[in-house]
Every structure is written in structure tokens, then in C-alpha cells.
T-cell receptor, first 112, second 114 residues
């Protein structure tokens, strides 16, 4: 299994631009998580999907952030408009419900 | 109450030594305590986990010690090796949310010197 796949691995954009991060979970996993990692705040859960349905989005920082999971094999995290303080590493993780979360390699986002 | 406090922030251990990382929590609803290992440029990976019905769990050179009354848990790495050099995160989750809603510690950067 290829594990969780994220793209792009690196993204550099200018303030105000729309950014879309992509994730392909491990096949057969019905839970998907988006995390953000920064030096200041560490690893934070942004949103959790179960069977493609958003269950807990209490960690989404503000309305500029949105996430979708149109099917079991694809999810996106969108930031519009992006701001310099959104610069971070964004991780996607998947799991069989209630079990170990497997993290992808992350997307390093830099907003200038 | 949602925080998990982790120490030390960084740790240097000689090859063959014991690495010890500590975590403390306040939320008594937490009942799942994993440790994750993260190498540079990679995502965190589950190393070992414990539930509060046991006080210790060992997997190879890695041991979790859990003190429910003190609300503390720690990771011990025996016979530390240079390949163990990584950042280690403790985490905790309440299971009454229906999923692993992990709250992570701030991380410990471990360097094992040859």
C-alpha cells in the first residue's frame, strides 16, 4: 500500500491567493483527518470525516478554511484567501474508524 | 483542560543510554495515550500506545509507563540508537467522542549521539 498520499508536497503562494491541498487516504479507511503543524501551536486537528461526512470541524480556524470529501478516496482542504499566518505543514491522516491514524507526508505551505 | 504538557523540549542521549520523555494531562476523560515518532520531512507515525487499565506497556526497546492517579505518562527508550533520533509526540484522546480526537504534546526533539 502506498500509504496516505498528499499533494502538493510544497506550496508557495502569495497572500490573498486560494490554496487547495489534496489527500488520498489509504484504501479501506473510512476516517480522514486534517491536521496543521506549526512551531507555535504544534499539531492541531482541523477537521475529521467519517464515511465522507464531516463529523467534527471544531478545529477549523476560521471561515477562510474549508474541507470537502466528495468520495472515499479523495479530500481537499482549501484556504481562501490565504494569509501569511496560514504558513504551516498540513497533514492528512486516515484510519479504520476508532483505530490507529496513519499520517501522510504533509504539505509545507508558505504564504508570502 | 485539553492540553497535554510534554517535557523536555529537547534531549541529547548517548548511544546505548536511556531516553525518557514525560507527559502530563488534566482531562480525566482521556483514555487513550499514544506516542508518535516523526522524522524530518515525514508525517508522525504511531510508535506505541496505552490505555489506562494498565500501568506499563513494552514493545521492544520502547516502554510506556502510565500513572493514572498522577495523570502522567512517559516514554522510555532503552539502548537508544542514532536511528532513534527524531521528534517524539505524546498524545491523548477521549474515546467518548467516538473517534480518536488526538490532543498532541508540543514534542521532544531527541538526538542520540554515536
Amino acid at each position: 500500500d502506498a500509504g496516505v498520499i498528499q499533494s502538493p508536497r510544497h506550496e508557495v503562494t502569495e497572500m490573498g491567493q486560494e490554496v487547495t491541498l489534496r489527500c488520498k487516504p489509504i484504501s479501506g479507511h473510512n476516517s480522514l483527518f486534517w491536521y496543521r503543524q506549526t512551531m507555535m501551536r504544534g499539531l492541531e486537528l482541523l477537521i475529521y470525516f467519517n464515511n465522507n461526512v464531516p463529523i467534527d470541524d471544531s478545529g477549523m480556524p476560521e471561515d477562510r478554511f474549508s474541507a470537502k470529501m466528495p468520495n472515499a478516496s479523495f479530500s481537499t482542504l482549501k484556504i481562501q484567501p490565504s494569509e501569511p499566518r496560514d504558513s504551516a505543514v498540513y497533514f492528512c491522516a486516515s484510519s479504520p474508524t476508532g483505530n490507529t491514524q496513519y499520517f501522510g507526508p504533509g504539505t509545507r505551505l508558505t504564504v508570502l | 483542560q485539553q492540553q497535554v504538557k510534554q517535557s523536555p523540549q529537547s534531549l541529547i542521549v548517548q548511544k546505548g543510554g536511556i531516553s525518557i520523555i514525560n507527559c502530563a494531562y488534566e482531562n480525566t476523560a482521556f483514555d487513550y495515550f499514544p506516542w508518535y515518532q516523526q522524522f524530518p520531512g515525514k508525517g508522525p507515525a504511531l510508535l506505541i500506545a496505552i490505555r489506562p487499565d494498565v500501568s506499563e506497556k513494552k514493545e521492544g526497546r520502547f516502554t510506556i509507563s502510565f500513572n493514572k492517579s498522577a495523570k502522567q505518562f512517559s516514554l522510555h527508550i532503552m539502548d537508544s540508537q542514532p536511528g532513534d533520533s527524531a521528534t517524539y509526540f505524546c498524545a491523548a484522546s477521549p474515546m467518548n467522542t467516538g473517534f480518536q480526537k488526538l490532543v498532541f504534546g508540543t514534542g521532544t526533539r531527541l538526538l542520540v549521539s554515536p
